[in-house]
DNA sequence: AAGAAAAAAGTGAACGTTCACATTTTTGCT
DNA sequence: AGCAAAAATGTGAACGTTCACTTTTTTCTT
């Protein structure tokens, strides 16, 4: 009837007839317990179903199991409340939570301020109430040397996603200009010659790579030079500048965007024009969403590697929270799903339009 | 040099003059602290950046300002693997970490196995490491007594998400059934007098009402009996289903749909079809995820109040873990989003098809 | 103005770990 | 067999709060 309190350490200790530092050696996976003892207390954790309290662990000194990943407050929150959700996040729950969870470890996100000054009081207050044994850094924020130097000055591991050198942070990436670069290729290869990249916003470090990556795939097959036109992530944005340039003198017959958003807008603007999809326009996308495989026809996309990173991230915080030096570079693969809107060229027969 | 300590109540205390529990008091409103000591104190806390140690608190028996939300394991980690994302997570975390900043709680996600027996068991693990404020159930949890039973005999307050009653826990639902009434309702004014339902499946709970509801209006409209077919949330089953609805005798014209995924199934076997929409086939989703503004044409749907829902539990979980008795029934509205969809029964001028 | 009651403030203990070190046991070597 | 070194185990203190009290100060009553 008396609600049973908690199992300490020191019942399971009691128990096997140990000292409560014993238990924690095992439960730690420390050193010094001889093999027979370290069975019999491992049954006993087992038959009393001791979980170690990891308030009390942190107290004590010890790890917090925890590893905070940063997201910017201010794109996270315009993405939900305007109803585009963040599949980004989704996606980093989904790796972040995987690897966490077999490690026995937890994350947990954090939504911190955009403004570069803001950041790091905002999370050096997260950090006071949490003690999180590493942190994951998102774009913007991966960007924010001060956030980093405030994060190393206090021990802090770090993980910096979009990022590469991993001299004095784990860094992990993927390689936004070469994908870039592949996407042109590919619809080079398809026989088209004009081609245009409709970028997201140049604050946005990745657009930035991309658009060096397409440009120079482009280049390197004497085809350019490629239209960029800046739409800023907006399906509206992307649509009025398509249709300028579909129904502009030399128009483009193959197009990338930077996310899936503005590669709909792509299919929508040639629906409108009465252009055919892959035949008389090939569209690549970046981000891949889930909705992406319902698209009429399904669009064809570079797959950021989002979940691997963080799961990366995360292994490598882990990692480090158990000594290891906390630097890295990691180069994730990122992937193109081939699915229905990228083609190769096929002109009409006739010019006019026919059943 | 010396790295600087953290600052704790003490330092704040010894600043004012006062004792920690005086500080104590201050940060977490308590009462019997006179005006102007509260001042002095708040300040100090500025000027110093204190911040509560969250660890620290819950060891001294105070709250964790924590609350848990569980989902299951099996259908997210599915739901992931295959690409689909988690919509559903992501406006979770949205409502959940909306209201609980506010509060300063912290959310986390806990994944726990779908089978009955093992899911308590999973879940007093989280709980005995992380010792939570209040938890979040979700379905099919939410249906699971022995869980709910459990929490409550910790004492752990426990907030169901889609279930009714609230006389032992707080719970938190829209009502499934009138959504799907109002869907067919709605296409019942447009015109249409045929009508199909695409259900998921009879395990969840909310396919089940929705069926109801959609009978029972057709009943009052005498417009029945409603197809209704169950293709497990799935693309390739509905459109299975679907054609051969569509290609039947007495087909219907006004279909609604589970999932996002079933009613792009829909707009899938019309195009094959032929059939125009929303002329020939009006269709109504359940779920609008944010893919769905952009299919063609764009979809109409039913919009969950899954942030709000969530929020609505975290705020009432916070209430419960400050003292307020943690029972309630809360119905929230959903909202249906008209887009293009959907309209009048509109058959063409003549059967033959023409330019 | 005294005494009682209420409000404000303070104190020791406890929460469940880990750390740093002390002690005991075992192993290895000659 | 004896000793040194290594391995295994144990102990007291500390982490930063809140709780349950106790003590002091203020307010109210007559």
Redesign the interface.
Known sequence: MA?KA??TIEDVAREVGVSRQTVSRVINKGPNVKPAVREKVEQAIARL????????R??GGGR??LILAVNDRQRT?EN?QA?????W???M??GG??EC?KQGY????E?IDTEPEKAPVEL??SI????PDGIILTPPHSDNEALAAMLA???IPCARIGRRGGEDYIDVYMDEGAAAADAARHLLALGHRKLALIAGSPEYGNSQKRAEGFLSALEQAQCGPGLVAKANFQ?DRAAELLEEMLTGPNPPTGVIADN??MA?AA??VA?KLGLRIPDDLSVISFED????????PPLTAIRQPT?EMIGKACNELIAAAGGQPAKGSFILPYRMVERATTGPLAPRLSQASG?
Request: hydrophobic content about 40%; charged content about 20%; cysteine-free.
């Open positions: 609600k908690n199992v179903g001791y979980v170690p309290n990891l308030s009390a942190r107290m917090s199991y929150l939900w109803g585009r959700g963040n599949d996040v989704d996606q729950l989904y939570m995987t969870e937890h994350l947990m996100f939504l050096s207050h006071a109430a949490l003690r000055e206090k021990g399906f899936d958003e709909f299919l929508h629906d969403t889930p909705g992406v495989r319902f698209s009429v979940a059943s």
